[in-house]
């Protein structure tokens, strides 16, 4: 693999780690001191996931689920729409008591 394609695959990899910690931290339905070691956590592999992406030879990005839910709170979840779904239901009550989940690009 040639340096100019290794470098874009590491861009796309930090672009994409910077997007999803931006999102956990206007997660509104997190506890602050929650935050912090979760988005920790999320980026202390940073160079594993480099790794993995540039020997895969490309990166796909993370998927992010927001939660809306009825009160105006907003939540965020990430890689799945199931476990998007999950935590709105364990969340609703204490926000409302209904919710909408979309995709963030």
């Known amino acids: 693999m040639g340096k100019l394609k290794r470098l874009e695959i590491e861009n796309k990899v930090l672009r994409d780690k ?8 206007m997660d509104e339905t997190e ?3 929650r935050k912090t070691p979760y988005i920790f956590g999320y980026l202390s592999v940073l160079d ?4 993995s992406a540039v020997e895969y030879g490309d990166y796909l ?3 992010v689920f927001c939660i809306r839910y ?11 729409k199931t476990e998007a779904v ?3 239901e ?4 204490m926000y409302g008591g209904s ?3 979309e995709e963030v690009e």
């Open 18 to 25: 910077i997007r999803v910690a931006q999102y956990l931290l």
């Open 31 to 33: 506890k602050d001191y």
């Open 48 to 51: 594993v996931s480099i790794k």
């Open 61 to 63: 990005p993370t998927k």
């Open 70 to 80: 009825a009160d105006g709170t907003v939540g965020y979840a990430l890689y799945r």
């Open 86 to 88: 999950e935590d709105a």
């Open 90 to 93: 364990r969340k609703k009550d």
């Open 99 to 101: 919710y909408t989940i």
